[in-house]
């Protein structure tokens, strides 16, 4: 028995339904990476904010800790903390994101070669630790760029319509 024309657009409207609810499907998942990826940087980028308000907040202390292991900490540590300032906003907004992702793993990698923590002490080994988490996390930015949630992604979307 052959089909009809009314089996054959039922079993049409039957696949177009299927294909959709296959996308929204998609979308959602798509839609959900995106905001856990950007939250996951916005948060990266807070670090290094935070960590340059908190010198800020105690620039003696912290110029007397890096006295020590510095020869220059008064020229350096302004520049220091300005870099963690820009760094760590433009990665909270996905601007240039990559870029200074990795700008910061070589100021990370300079940090604990210029001023190393005692691998002795408990403490020590976890602000290593937490080093190499934030390597892996900017590295993470860096191999995949912002994400679609990103001023970056705004910039190049803007680009494409005047074009």
């Excluded at 601007?95 to 020590?124: D, K, N, Y």
């Amino acid at each position: 028995m052959r089909p009809g024309v009314e089996d054959l657009q039922y079993a049409r409207i039957a696949r177009e339904e299927a294909v959709e609810r296959a996308q929204a499907g998609r979308d959602r998942r798509s839609s959900r990476q995106a905001g856990l990826f950007a939250t996951g940087r916005v948060f990266l980028g807070l670090v290094f904010v935070g960590s340059a308000v908190s010198t800020l907040a105690e620039w003696s202390v912290a110029l007397a800790s890096l006295q020590e292991a510095l020869f220059d900490a008064r020229a350096l540590l302004p520049v220091a903390v300005g870099f963690q300032l820009l760094a760590g906003a433009a990665l909270v907004v996905g601007w240039r994101a990559r870029l200074f992702a990795a700008l910061t793993i070589g100021h990370l990698v300079l940090a604990l070669l210029i001023a190393s923590p005692s691998l002795e002490l408990e403490l020590g080994r976890a602000v290593g630790l937490a080093h190499l988490g934030l390597v892996g996390a900017l590295v993470m930015v860096v191999a995949h760029g912002p994400g679609r949630l990103s001023v970056d992604r705004a910039l190049r979307r803007r680009r494409r319509l005047r074009a």
